[in-house]
């Protein structure tokens, strides 16, 4: 075989295994993510920049980032798959409530995958009212390709995934110590070294949902993210909650989840929770698919 | 009930599903592990959030016209797939695999085979 043939064949491998993005390049607008295939047998590479997570990266979505990913049971799934129960023992690895957390758990009816779905037009999961999801739950819930901007106050973290936005302060400003809550919280970052970037956020509403399994949260929810840029075109996602009015210790959501870097032209698509759609959907498949209660 | 899914579909198969590419918030409501074909002529599609929608007419055994709702995912993810505004315009010819509701109702998800109009749609992955 001649070393053009050769050539050929290996370009022809590449371009299959990264399609998505090579069509995303010739296309120019609403790119479509690279699939999980691309990046298997990918090893990071290139220097990493210094203390600098600009650019647009992609969790790769179909991991089907739905959940705490810690936690098995949360991981994309059929109703019951996981063997547990209604309140969550017997599942995986039940997260640590305390009493308090534990009902308000049971005020939550997700149409999210777990152990807890019920049919969709029986949820009262904020998104399925196109509600604000608010921090954390935009990123548990389908950690989809966001654009992260830098200036030299704030990291500026934009997701098109439900039309979310969030500031990250950077100018050495301290949480706020006794704040009005919002959807988002608070959110202050620093650089403890030249590639790893710590964010602390507090004052969350406490109506906004930790996940789309419908895990509850207090206003005293503190999050804290750790983003670790191990090369140019990779870095690792961790983010531990602690929350001591709903659960009896610290736990990890993440840990070093990679995110891609996606080329600096890539047009992340829009997908926006419309009221008026949601409802149009409900309307036409939630609830004539709604399940006679007696023979779930 | 009228419409019963032997009558407008003939059932192809029974398999099991692997583990569904999304948190789909709707699936507690569809019989995973089943797939039922309907054939029949498109008559809306609709390209929206959060689950793009194919509304289908098809015969029953008595010759009665059902109004099959199919929904797929939403726009992202089926643009991801192949699929475009395009993909289906009223008065297609079609032939597809779904999930079916469990209440039996002509409502299901798109999730296999496709052919419109004498094609089969090759969905990408």
């Not at chain 1, 439900?162 to 704040?179: A, C, E, M, Q, S």
């Not at chain 1, 970037?197 to 005293?220: C, I, N, Y």
């Not at chain 2, 609709?46 to 797929?72: I, M, Q, T």
Request: aromatic fraction near 10%; glycine fraction near 8%; hydrophobic fraction near 35%.
């Amino acid at each position: 075989m001649s070393k053009r043939l050769v050539v050929s064949f290996v370009a022809a491998l590449a371009a299959g295994m990264f399609s998505p993005l090579l069509r995303a390049q010739d296309a120019k607008w609403n790119n479509i993510p690279p699939t999980r295939a691309a990046y298997v047998g990918k090893t990071p590479s290139g220097p990493a920049p210094t203390r600098d997570l600009t650019g647009i990266w992609d969790t790769v979505q179909t991991l089907g980032v739905s959940g705490v990913l810690e936690h098995p049971a949360l991981l994309p799934g059929g109703r019951g798959q996981e063997g547990g129960r209604e309140d969550e023992t017997g599942i995986a690895k039940p997260l640590p409530y305390t009493p308090a957390g534990l009902e308000a758990l049971k005020k939550n009816k997700p149409s999210g995958p777990g152990v807890r779905q019920v049919d969709s037009v029986l949820t009262n999961d904020p998104a399925g009212k196109c509600d604000p999801l608010g921090f954390p739950y935009m990123f548990t819930w389908e950690f989809r390709t966001i654009n992260v901007v830098q200036t030299p106050r704030q990291v500026i973290m934009l997701s098109p995934f439900y039309g979310n936005y969030r500031v990250i302060w950077t100018d050495g400003r301290k949480p706020p110590d006794d704040p009005d809550p919002r959807y988002n919280g608070y959110s202050v970052g620093h650089w403890v070294d030249d590639y790893t970037f710590v964010v602390e956020t507090t004052g969350m509403l406490a109506k906004t949902w930790l996940d789309h399994a419908g895990r509850p949260h207090s206003e005293q929810l503190q999050v804290e993210e750790t983003y670790h840029r191990i090369a140019a075109d990779t870095m690792e996602f961790s983010m531990k909650f602690t929350d001591p009015v709903m659960y009896t210790e610290p736990f990890m959501a993440t840990n070093k989840l990679p995110l891609h870097l996606l080329p600096p032209d890539f047009d992340i698509p829009e997908l926006l929770c419309s009221p008026s759609e949601f409802a149009e959907y409900n309307n036409q498949v939630a609830s004539p698919v709604l399940r006679d209660s007696s023979k779930k | 009930m009228a419409h019963k899914l032997g009558i407008v579909a003939f059932m192809v198969g029974v398999f099991a599903f692997s583990v569904p590419l999304f948190a789909h918030h709707g699936a507690a409501s569809f019989e995973s592990g089943k797939t039922v074909t309907v054939k029949g002529t498109v008559t809306e599609y609709v390209w929206s959030n959060p689950h793009v929608l194919v509304k289908v007419d098809a015969k029953d055994d008595s010759g009665n016209v059902v109004r099959w709702v199919l929904e797929a995912w939403n726009p992202v993810t089926q643009a991801g797939r192949g699929w475009t505004k395009n993909t289906f315009k009223p008065g297609d010819e079609v032939s597809l695999d779904i999930t079916p509701a469990k209440n039996e109702k002509p409502v299901g998800e798109i999730r296999g085979r496709m052919v419109i109009n004498g094609q089969e749609f090759k969905q990408q992955q």
